[in-house]
């Protein structure tokens, strides 16, 4: 990956911690909110793939080779395509970026088919990821794996540190346009066996460890 393309990942990181940090409170959110965030999906990285700058994408048109070509998303989030000039495409499913390229070449060429296949996803290289801040010895930003949970990420960051509240933690998940705080009882997991709490992480996730209030 060229130096600019990680220059532009790393801004989307920052981006997303800075996103979370500004909606997020010490408040826990609604108990009917907290439910549908903890009903998302966990096992796969993303449930629809959302297209984003350094991804390449492989844009067939049927019965028309010459216009079918393989573009990275540029870092406007844009691609060029023969004929019709830029598209955007950053925020778009594969789906509907073959529909905008459809609707376009529709004034050039009869009945135009495309499909649109991501052949390389590297902007989810930083937004499929799971943090943890806050009281803890090693805060740390890693890929979301399916199966990881609350104390995977706790115990890999090294647990808390001597001035972590561990049982005032609180997990911030993103869910359609704003961020959803959940509770969750460190302390109770560890020395109690009580694993309520131990939720599964999802892509974006954030677990913040608060300090004690002396």
Known sequence: MSSKYSRWGLLMSLAAVAFIAGCATNSPSSSEKI???LNLETTNSVDQYILGPTDVVRVSVWRNPDLSISVPVRPDGKISVPLIGDVHATGETPEGLADQIETGLSGYIREPQVSVVVTSMGSHEYIDRVRVTGAVKSPLSVPHRAGMTVLDMYLT????????AANDAML???MGGEVVAIPVRLDDILNKGD????YAMRPGDILAVPERSF
């Open 35 to 37: 439910q549908q965030a």
């Open 157 to 164: 960051a090294g647990g808390g540190n001597q001035f972590a």
């Open 172 to 174: 911030y998940r993103p």
């Open 195 to 198: 694993i309520e709490t131990n």
